[in-house]
């Protein structure tokens, strides 16, 4: 079955740092993978996504993520961060098997001045 | 371009009550998907929605049902409620790639 973890439930960084936040998944061909953002009560906004082709893929408001077949990674990335950045950032995975998005449990990003 | 908009926003009911939420998707999009969001968790996939038939359900009791009508819009129904069904309920939308989801900012729903 598929699945996806991210292992940090809370990162904080220093405004203007940069920041790294990993996704694994589970599962045995080439996923579909998203990343979304979550402000407290919001709802999911696409930060970007990856479904073949080049393995650095860049997103919405200065975010990109790799894809790392062999570490069955798609870590999350942005050189300097904002303190508008502070927010719960979900990894999810969808694939031709079947039509739903798994996700992972979230980790919330915490912006230290 | 309106994106996919829920009604209402915050919903409280009593156990045992009947609920009905209401989803509009994206302008162009023509399937909908529900996913229920416990506090502090990610989203669990209810159902997606095509052509106004359910084509995909995950593990969610049969209290859970939905529709989709002829204009793409769609509802989720919830029976019988229990406390544990308190949360954020999201409706997305897609158009082709079912996977690339687009999401609205969903109904709080409170079971007291």
């Known amino acids: 079955a598929q699945s996806v973890t991210q292992p940090d439930i809370h990162i904080t960084v220093s405004e203007g740092a940069s920041l790294e936040l990993r996704c694994n998944y589970s599962?045995?061909?080439?996923?579909?993978l998203f990343w979304y953002v979550q402000s407290p009560g919001q709802g999911l906004q696409l930060l970007l996504k990856y479904f073949s082709g080049d393995t650095l893929v860049q997103g919405i408001k200065g975010f990109e993520a790799e894809f790392k077949r062999s570490q069955s990674s798609f870590n999350l990335r942005k050189p300097s961060v904002h303190w508008s950045d502070a927010a719960e950032y979900f990894c999810?995975?969808?694939?031709?098997?079947?039509?739903?998005?798994?996700w992972g449990a979230g980790t919330k990003l915490i912006i230290k001045p | 371009d309106a994106g996919v908009t829920q009604s209402p926003t915050h919903l409280i009911k009593t156990r045992g009550q009947q609920v009905t939420l209401r989803c509009s998707p994206k302008?162009?999009?023509?399937?909908v998907s529900w996913y229920q969001q416990a506090l502090g968790q990610g989203p669990q996939f209810i159902f997606q929605y095509y052509e106004e038939e359910e084509r995909q359900r995950g593990n969610f009791p049969d209290r859970f049902s939905g529709h989709q009508f002829p204009n793409y819009s769609s509802e989720l129904n919830v029976n019988a409620l229990l406390l544990g069904d308190s949360a954020l309920y999201l409706c997305a939308s897609s158009f082709g790639t079912p996977w690339e989801q687009y999401f609205g900012p969903g109904t709080r729903l409170t079971v007291t």
């Open positions: 999810a995975v969808g694939a031709d098997s079947n039509y739903q998005l798994i």
């Open positions: 599962y045995g061909a080439t996923p579909y």
């Open positions: 302008s162009g999009h023509d399937t």
